[in-house]
């Protein structure tokens, strides 16, 4: 994973040894179990397990369980079943916030707003770029934090974007069964680390046959109050091709906060951040019947991310 993102852009200190073909290794003892400082089976500790376990209960974020001082991904529990796992979620309504993965339950991000704004601004600019094929057999679906099966995980993203396609073979579809994959897939990591969400994106949106293009942003936490200062963003694209390791390049990377890594201040105009997503990504795996709009929509459709920023500080002003 190193080529695609370097030490100073990591926002925290992540352990790089483990290939980015290899799935997260998880132990017993969690990122926030280290954090707090304390021996596993510390009082406290116990305390704070506890509490934080009343998310997977009863779906309340205790106060108590103080998870705004959480190192993410944390172990929520083990020993859990995907089909009770998605009950679950789907129960409380918990999606994009958890994964699932070997009988186990992990918290990869918390409902924080600077989080939400990202990924309805993102989600926003890609469905407005879209307006003039909506109501066609051509259209472009916003597909949400659809849960997904594969490889022995369940994930979902953030927001996910697709046209229709036709089913796949089982058990190779979304679902573990024949529904499709959507084309762009949408990760936001706020409190999640580079790390983890790059993982989650290699090996599992990226993975043959899955999704065709993936967007990742990663911003600094700030405590409250306060502004966030770091945004990064990169583009994954299948048609860049696999690196000798497997992985798929970054095809786009751009800093587009307030500042970067060494502290410079960043006074970025309209168009000079953008993605670029191409017809012929976005309508992956068509249904033969349609024809891709390129008389209708640009080609590529640009995804300005001074809009997305636009909103992170509008909004931020208020928490």
Known sequence: MSMLYSDSDSYSSVNRSRSASESPVFTTTTQSDK???????????????????????????????????????????????????????????IHNFWE???????????????????????????????????????????????????????????????PEKQEVTPPNGSDGNAEPWPNIVIEVAYLE???????????????DDRVHDVIVVKINPVSKGQLPSRMKAWHFCI?????????????????????????NVLNIQQGACVINIQLDCLYHD?????????????DPIVLDFFFVRHAILKIGKHI
């Open 193 to 207: 680390t580079v790390q983890h969400v790059m993982d989650k994106v290699q090996t599992y949106w990226l993975h």
């Open 35 to 93: 954090a707090i400082g304390v021996d596993i089976c510390d009082k406290s500790t116990a305390e704070l397990k506890k509490y934080r376990k009343l998310w997977w209960d009863q779906g309340i974020l205790h106060p108590k369980a103080n998870w705004d001082n959480t190192e993410l991904p944390y172990i929520l529990i083990e020993g859990v079943s995907l089909e009770k796992y998605e009950q679950r979620g789907d129960f409380f309504n």
């Open 239 to 263: 048609s860049s091709g696999r690196l000798p390791n497997g992985t798929i390049p970054a095809k786009t990377m751009f800093e587009f906060g307030t500042r970067d890594e060494f502290g």
């Open 100 to 162: 699932w993965s070997c009988d186990t339950v992990t918290v990869v991000e918390l409902p924080t707003k600077i989080h939400e704004v990202c990924v309805g601004s993102i989600s926003f600019e890609l469905m407005n770029a879209c307006r003039d094929i909506m109501r066609t057999n051509a259209q472009i679906y916003n597909l949400g934090a659809t849960r997904t099966r594969g490889n022995g995980s369940g994930k979902e993203s953030d927001a996910s974007f697709g």
């Open 286 to 298: 068509l249904l033969p019947n349609i024809q891709i709009p390129k008389n209708i929509l640009p």
